[in-house]
């Protein structure tokens, strides 16, 4: 969108994907689904078995997939926000400082989801039982 | 017209009579009060909050008095009890929360150039929902039957009957109603900041506000649904004895701490942000610079709106679930603080890129971040399980919570109002007196408060009433007392400046020589809101667009006449703000306010168990709605579009996703969602708890049949809306009706189906916490059909008015949002109560 | 805080006899000095920034400002929390045979059971009493409402649920006289449900586990405090151990001379106190359950005050 002369077929797949205010909560969903299926996991681990898994392959799987998709969602941002031109502060009211705008909050906000669900994942190495 | 007809001063005279003449408030000692313009409903409301503001800081008073000796005998323990509860309970759910959202009512427009929100109505039918309920809340403290359970209510003392008096069910009852009216703020307010921004500005030239407002709005569309879903539970066990918290008959006292908490952390930032909000405005102000790092607050903000919901079960760390739990909430706790930091960075950074010009409002702003910054490393530190249970329920949680509330709340608010009084009223309050106040506060505050650290650490719980001398607590808590009077007078002096104020001269305009929209109003109030809707280029447009506001004042935007005498708005896309239509908004009318009356009296007459005269005021309410919703909205205009200027021209009706209406269908149904997922998870928190649920002897209620025939005939009925809704769409009106006609047939016989189920299993709600949760289940689904059945008669009978054709179907597409959350509601109750216990 | 401690020594967190309490001591410690530490640097920063001359920060510097000081740093530092407050929540290791009291909080007052293995449990009220050195497994529950067994300086709290039974395990550290409280709002006398703690010698507590079993020598005799005890009706909810009164609606009375304080931790337990409490405990306790007695001469409450005071 930036660049009209570069047509849509010549730009990467990833290019072409459109970032909205949709996309800007993916991350913090990511979050959040990861944070609810922790709790939940431990909750029914504890009430119905009374213990869990000494290596909880589900939590750990469970883990890693919120990790991979905000780790992606932060990638795409990342190349919205570097999107070349004018010389920062991206504060105009054109397209792609907008997009720019939505890149960098959504970068952001993937590094601040990451070091959340690295955060739930602690208590799991550091505890490992139900008292 | 163009750019240059706008010259001719004469034209520019005859639009000002216009807009005025459309936007002219209703006078009169009766009348004035239909008022729905958000500048009359936002004062009344802004007011309102305040003076439940200083009751409720008289209440903490007359606490502070009780407890400046040890074992004094001011108060007995039962005043002391309502004194506390309601001090709470009203300083959170009558002052923060309402304040916020009347705060927002008056900026909102102003900031976003636009006339009013896009649902004036609404708005006026929150105030006046919120004043009644209110006032019947904080009333019954003057009857001696204040509710006295603490502010968080905990079951069973409260659901008990033998315990807890009418004040548990003024506060569950009279709180929801308040409750209702802030989702109603929501709705309105999400929609103002999404569909009711000026043409060019894009999400990333909002102003911060706008952004705060959003996401606490949306914080509020997913935390006031669980408490409504819990208030519903606990007076179904209080007045009905359906057995949800008491643990004798298989229900569980956390199941209320659960849902509350998931309101009540959460709430926490909803009354937090919008403080930030206002700082995010006043700080780039005088520090004479754009805000540095905006995507950042973006991030901070949202951030904070998704962490705070994984925070609630740090109320919870001392009632003994599994560490490993409480290790979850306790590593979210410690995340949160990150996007705070981020958020005080973003100021430390603006003012240090920027040249500061010391006023009243900013040092009411730092003092307030110096308050806010110790309540928050407190709040790390109760963040740590370990300490939190030494901690929690002391003097030390008194502590961290005002310096959060005051630092983050109240102090940011006292900021706001010196630096928005003259956006208000045109006048600027006292810099003398202000300055003085702020000093009592700020040593108030800190005399009052710091001290509570220590007393809690030895050993002083919170909520008593008295205690020992031989604690050696006395010293401490008379600071605590001389602080909270020093605190009240530098209230009493901000209240002898309002006072003062209506005897000052007018300022002049934009006095703080501010670059955003909102400073464009005019000392003397001109009701319009904005003479016309701009272009906007720039994130601080008066400083940065060339004789911006010349240009708008001469009308040479968008939209600077009332031609036909309607008020109308401007409504853009989400992403960029592209004009896409002109709506016509809700003028000044009795029906808000009588809608509001007539579902208190719901809410009023079941608080005294009076049952009738609350079934008739249900009615009424049913009737009210109707009238307002077919009278007011979704009306076919007289020509397809209007001109705006500029070569625009813009429809004047849109219906489906684009459409104000629609999203706000779409965003009360979110709410609605959330209250039944409440539902949903008390079910599954049984099951967790008990051994064998569903218990033996109902092992196989309420069967598999009807819930799944209630299932399939209720998701027919869906699939006939939906159908109709394409088939009406594309001129087959007949058919249309026919297939909505179907639908609620089907709805009805869904419902009817649904209750089958539990009513011939001879489910007894009172035996045991299964039967009354499938009962409440069942009975929600059913309630949503028979909604589904009057929205459905609605439609038709709009079609058959020729006020809902197939050009104009707003009405229809809105109904089938509706019937998209009652297929899912439908779904998810009948797969948990048929198939679950089929499954365990 | 060390200074201000000396105010308070038995019921306060700045003064820890247990284990558990000591660790919460030197993590509070460490976490307000951290905070004091933060709080400096930001006021600091701040200061510097209100008074810096115009323009002093480009875009670019403001921005890695915002990105060290304002995300960096908070995150490093709340991951070495994290790292360093996880192992403290583990709970203190316990064996199947370690001494195990359960407590019932109940409006307004608590009721004690030693569970010693084999036999009967002791029952006492109001009154708890550890040895020194030894695990000691509380287990926690409530009858009626929400209560929360806190004693400051031996351990954090832990509420008691109706319904559930919550496990505490706890280890004293010193011998002495300290106090618990309710921490959880139970209704209109929370703020007077107070219990006594002592910690003993483990030989002392062993012997005193013994003698308490015994019946207390005058709990039979025909004085006229212990006929009117049962001619008013006292016998209905109070035990007695040695006597024919076995009910168990209030606190067993079996040792109440011994005790140290009246009506959970509200007075001294002096016979004056005492009668006054049994014609109106509720003048005393609002909203406690005991009935009052209105009618009964003075001389007659005096009598069973008496009583009531020799059974130790």
Redesign the interface.
Known sequence: MSDPERSEQHRKWHQQLRITLWTLIIPPTAWAAHFLFSYLWAAISCAKTGRFATFPVLFVGGTVMALLVILFSGWLAWHKERTPGDPPPHEDSTEVDRLRFLGKATLLLAGLSFVGVVFTALPVIFIGDCQ | MSFHEQDDPQLRAAQDERLRAAWAAPKGFFLRWTDTNNDAVGAWYTLTAFGFMLLAGVLALIMRAQLAVPENDLV???TF?QLFTLHGSMMMFLFAVPMFEAVSIILLPQLLGARDLPFPRLSAFGYWSFLLGGIFVAGSIFFDAAPD??WFM?P??TT?TD?SGLGADIWMLGLSFIEVSSIAAAVELIVGVLKCRPP??????MPLYAWYILVVAVMILFAFPPLIAGDLLFEMERLLDWPFFD??RG????LWQHLFWIFGHPEVYIVFLPSIALFAMLVPTFA?R?V?????I??AA??T???S??LWVHHMF???L???????F???S??V???T??????F?????????TWSTPMLYA?GS??VF??GG??G??VA???????A???YFVVAHLHYVLIGGTLLPLFAGLYYYWPLITGKKLSDRLGRIAFWFLFVGVNLCFFPMH?SG???M????????AE???GSLNLASTIGAFIFASGVAIICVDLARSPWRPFAERNPWHAGTLEWLAYPHDEHWGIRSIPL????YPIWDQPDFMRKVDEGRYFLPDAEEGRRETIITT???ARPISVVRLGTPSWKPMLTAFALGGVFIFTTYHLYWPALVSGLLTLAMVMWWVWTGTAEIPERPSKPIGHGLELPLYISGSSSPGWWAMFITMMADATAFSGLVFGYYFFW??HADFPPDELAHAPGVFWPMLALVVGLVGWVFTVGGREVHARGGVALARAMLAASLVASLASAAAGLAGPWLSGMNPSLHSYPAIVWTLAGWTAAHAAVAAIMLAYVLARSFAGRCTPAYDADLRNVTVFMHFFALTTLVTYLTIGLFPEAT | MILLAGCNAHQSTLAPFGEEARSTYWLTVTLGIGALLIAVLVGTLAWRAAHSPGNALDHRQGMRLILWLGAVFPTVVLTALLLFALPEMRPLPSQPGDLTIRVDGEQFWWRVQYESGRGEPLIGANEVRIPVGRPVVFQLAAKDVIHSFWIPGLAGKMDMIPGRTNRLIVKAEKTGRFRGVCAEFCGLSHALMAFDVVAMEPSAFDAWLVAARTPAAVARGRTRGAALFADYGCNACHAVRGTEHDARIGPDLSRYGARTSLGAGTLPPTTGNTATFIRDADAVKPGARMPSYPMMPEDEAHAIAAWLKELK
């Not at chain 2, 599994?322 to 979850?328: G, W």
């Not at chain 2, 430390?348 to 500061?356: M, S």
């Not at chain 2, 919170?462 to 020992?468: C, Q």
């Not at chain 2, 906007?536 to 994130?539: C, F, K, L, Y």
């Open positions: 007995d323990a039962s009890n359970g603490g905990y069973p003392l008990r315990l060019g500005m894009r999400l990333n030239l643990a004798t229900g569980d006292p956390l004479r754009h540095l790092g905006y995507p950042w973006v991030l949202v951030g709106a998704f962490l919901f994984g001392a009632t003994g599994p560490k490993i739990s409480l290790a979850f306790s590593a979210a410690e995340a603080a990150i996007p930091a981020v958020q005080i960075f973003v430390i950074a603006t003012i240090w890129a920027g040249r500061v730092s971040l110096a910054v110790i490393l407190t790390v530190m740590v399980a370990p300490f939190d249970w030494q929690h329920d002391t220590l650490l030895e050993g719980p919170r909520r008593v009433f008295t205690y020992p604690l050696g607590l906007i280029e720039s994130r989400v992403l960029d967790t708890r």
